[in-house]
Every structure is written in structure tokens, then in C-alpha cells.
């Protein structure tokens, strides 16, 4: 079992920046996939960034390229996104997910734990 906790949310303005963590209890932290989804109302949870078990991999959703970074510290138990130039509609719940087993997770039904979300709110 993993337990997830995002913490970093937040309100802020556009053009301006954020960084979220996911730490993850346990001692098999290097051996999940992570990835980083969100959610805003009425639409579904989508991919944002996805990380590797080495991170060597890295996935970036079309909406997230050159604004967001994911990345993680194996020794923390801990993934991040730093998320740049933020806009209105990057407005969501935001969640960690780890998967266990896959290479490429990218549906939600995919992964394994989930943490309880944070909020993003960029105004405009």
C-alpha cells in the first residue's frame, strides 16, 4: 500500500507560478511510475506529466509543454511539478497518482493510489 499527499496549492494570478508535491509513505517509492493528473469541473481528469522510475522518462501533456516540470527525489519519497506562466484555465483539482506495474500509465483506471487532490486556482 502507498499513501499519497499533494500539498502546494493554491491561489495565484496568471503569469504566475506554483510548485506541487506529492510524498508518498512506504519504502518502494522508486519502484511506482508517478504521474500528475488534474480535474477541473464538469470534464474529466486528464494527464498532465507522468515520470519514469528513474525518472529518466518524462511525459508532458500538449496543454503542459514548456510551462510545467515533473520531476522527483527517490530519496524524499517525493515528485514534484513546478508549474510556470500559469493561466485561468489551468484551474483544477490536482492529483498524484502512482502505478506499480505499467511502463506508460496514462488513463486514470491505470494507476494504482491516488492522493486527495490540491487546489489550483489561477485568476485572471
Known amino acids: 500500500q502507498v499513501q499519497l499527499e499533494e500539498s502546494g496549492g493554491g491561489l495565484v494570478q496568471a503569469g504566475g507560478s506554483l510548485r506541487l508535491s506529492c510524498t508518498a509513505s512506504?519504502?518502494?517509492?522508486?519502484?511506482?511510475?508517478m504521474g500528475w493528473f488534474r480535474q477541473a469541473p464538469g470534464k474529466e481528469r486528464e494527464l498532465v506529466a507522468r515520470?519514469?522510475?528513474?525518472?529518466?522518462?518524462?511525459y508532458y501533456a500538449d496543454s503542459a509543454k514548456g510551462r510545467f516540470t515533473i520531476s522527483r527525489d527517490n530519496t524524499k519519497n517525493t515528485v514534484y511539478l513546478q508549474m510556470n506562466s500559469l493561466k485561468p484555465e489551468d484551474t483544477a483539482v490536482y492529483y498524484c497518482?502512482?502505478?506499480?506495474?505499467?511502463?506508460?500509465?496514462?488513463?486514470?483506471?491505470?494507476?494504482?493510489?491516488w492522493g486527495q487532490g490540491t487546489q489550483v486556482t489561477v485568476s485572471s
Open positions: 512506504g519504502r518502494t517509492f522508486s519502484s511506482y511510475v
Open positions: 497518482a502512482a502505478d506499480r506495474s505499467r511502463v506508460v500509465p496514462t488513463r486514470p483506471y491505470e494507476y494504482d493510489y
Open positions: 515520470i519514469s522510475r528513474s525518472g529518466g522518462n518524462i
